[in-house]
């Protein structure tokens, strides 16, 4: 299981880490969208280099790619773990000894490609802070409480059909550091494998209304507003459970003109908390 619970954004100690502030970087946004718009082509993946994002530049390779050998790359890659994924690791609200604060909700979706045909035996990661906005992590140190039974990480294979479903509670907001007063968006990441670890993408799910969008320069790093709607979950009334959770359906694509943005695309197999 992954344990990459932290975005290391926060700690961040860059010259205008902390000192640009959000009507700069509202402004900085707007003026990308205005270009954007003018020139009239479609972007549906993130930029790499997005300015008001202050260490995106950090975030992909600066040097041209190198062939090796696959073989030895899956010596070095993450394990599965000691056994099997077990259907109850989707379920992010039973692993401990008491009940976890926050929201309970359920997440329903399926992973298809292009011409909508289900991928199947997808192995498919979830981690994200817990109800306050705090993640599991000895770096994640800003003032608010951690939850003792909930740690945030959770894994599940898709189903015949392409589905799959988790079990969670819905995240916080919380601060970072690439500008003063900064917060993101109540989000949660995810990371898709394929046949083999050396294939994997990482998006990330946030929740409709979120008054944060506007505000945020990771969100906005997908320039096309289209494109950034194929992030928002959509709230379910049928996938809600009566007086047990609210339910959120989240379809993912892998290919074509709808395809979902991934982090993955700028990242290029760096650690998926190059993105927050």
Not at 68 to 89: C, K, M, N, Y
Not at 103 to 110: A, D, N, Q, T, V
Not at 181 to 196: C, D, E, K, V, Y
Not at 258 to 272: K, L, M, N, V
Request: glycine fraction near 8%; aromatic fraction near 10%; avoid cysteine.
């Amino acid at each position: 299981m992954v344990d990459e619970t932290f975005d290391d954004a926060r700690v961040i100690t860059s010259s205008d880490s902390a000192q640009s502030t959000q009507a700069e970087i509202n402004e900085q946004m707007a003026g990308i969208t205005r270009d954007y718009e003018a020139a009239g082509a479609e972007e549906t993946q993130p930029r790499i280099d997005y300015a008001p994002y202050r260490s995106s530049i950090l975030r992909h390779p600066t040097k041209a790619p190198r062939p090796v050998d696959p073989e030895s790359i899956e010596l070095w890659s993450p394990a599965f773990g000691q056994r099997d994924v077990h259907t109850l690791e989707s379920d992010l609200t039973i692993q401990h000894k008491g009940e976890p604060l926050g929201e309970r909700i359920i997440l329903r979706g399926k992973i298809v490609d292009g011409d909508g045909r289900p991928v199947a035996g997808q192995l498919l990661e979830i981690w994200q802070a817990n109800s306050a906005g705090r993640y599991v992590h000895k770096r994640d140190q800003h003032p608010a409480p951690l939850d003792p039974n909930f740690t945030g990480v959770g894994r599940a294979i898709t189903g015949a059909d392409g589905s799959y479903e988790f079990t969670t509670i819905k995240p916080g907001p919380y601060p970072w550091k690439n500008h003063f007063n900064a917060w993101r968006p109540a989000h949660i990441h995810f990371s898709l494998f394929g046949t083999q670890f050396t294939q994997r993408m990482i998006t990330q799910m946030y929740f409709p209304g979120d008054p944060l969008f506007a505000l945020d320069p990771i969100y906005q790093a997908i320039v096309d507003p289209a494109a950034r709607q194929r992030l928002v979950a959509t709230y379910d009334h049928d996938i809600t459970s009566h007086e047990w959770a609210t339910g959120y359906s989240f379809d993912l694509v892998l290919t074509g003109t709808h395809r979902t943005p991934f982090e993955t695309d700028t990242t290029a197999g760096q650690s998926p908390e190059g993105a927050h």
